[in-house]
T-cell receptor
Framework: EAGVTQSPTHLIKTRGQQATLRCSPI?????VYWYQQALGLGLQFLLW???????NRGNFPPRFSGRQFPNYSSELNVNALELEDSALYLC?????????????FGSGTRLTVV | GEDVEQSLFLSVREGDSSVINCTYT??????LYWYKQEPGAGLQLLTY?????DMKQDQRLTVLLNKKDKHLSLRIADTQTGDSAIYFC???????FGQGTELSVKP
């Protein structure tokens, strides 16, 4: 069974540009979560999608947005990039949005803003 | 707001026991999770504990939960160099993770 896949692995952007990160969940998983892991800050929850709908959102500005497609894959878009957006962005999927099932994480996209 | 806190670093000698601690401000979760992140990898679910349990043992891992003190710990017996990683405690309902504890195991 393929795990959670994220692309690209690395992304370098200039301040002010837009970045698009992609995530494909494990087959059968309907929930996708996005996290930001900035240096020294641990994991910060960004967004949760389930069945194509945004279910919850972390404390991030509106320039962080995303969507979930009918095949449950997801995109995270970051507009007007700032230097402090440089981080590892992790995607996780779960079978459904309820408790009782652990997340499976992808290996992440390393975003560097210069 | 809701918070989960961990100490940032722990260094032990190979063969010793490691204890990684986590405190949280509130939890109505059915489960609390421990994740492991090896260098360059995503997070891997290590173990979990039901909120109505005090202790769970899984091979070399022991999870202790003190709901009164809102304290969760992960004990790794006979720590090996391959256990070197960052360990996160997590509240899956609140979608909150601790900052992670970097465990360094010295031979």
């Amino acid at each position: 069974e393929a795990g959670v896949t994220q692309s690209p692995t690395h992304l370098i952007k200039t301040r002010g540009q837009q970045a698009t990160l992609r995530c494909s969940p494990i087959s059968g998983h309907t929930s996708v979560y996005w996290y930001q892991q900035a240096l020294g800050l641990g994991l910060q929850f960004l967004l949760w999608y389930d069945e194509g709908e945004e279910r919850n959102r972390g404390n991030f500005p509106p320039r962080f947005s995303g969507r979930q497609f009918p095949n449950y894959s997801s995109e995270l878009n970051v507009n007007a990039l700032e230097l402090e957006d440089s981080a590892l962005y992790l995607c996780a999927s779960r079978r459904d949005g309820s408790q009782g099932y652990g997340y499976t994480f992808g290996s992440g996209t390393r975003l560097t803003v210069v | 707001g809701e918070d989960v806190e961990q100490s940032l670093f722990l260094s032990v000698r190979e063969g010793d026991s490691s204890v990684i601690n986590c405190t949280y401000t509130d939890s109505s979760s059915t489960y609390l999770y421990w994740y492991k992140q090896e260098p360059g990898a995503g997070l891997q679910l290590l173990t979990y504990i039901f909120s109505n349990m005090d202790m769970k043992q899984d091979q070399r891992l022991t999870v202790l939960l003190n709901k009164k003190d809102k304290h969760l710990s992960l004990r790794i017996a006979d720590t090996q160099t391959g256990d070197s990683a960052i360990y996160f405690c997590a509240d899956p309902v609140k979608l909150i993770f601790g900052q992670g504890t970097e465990l360094s195991v010295k031979p």
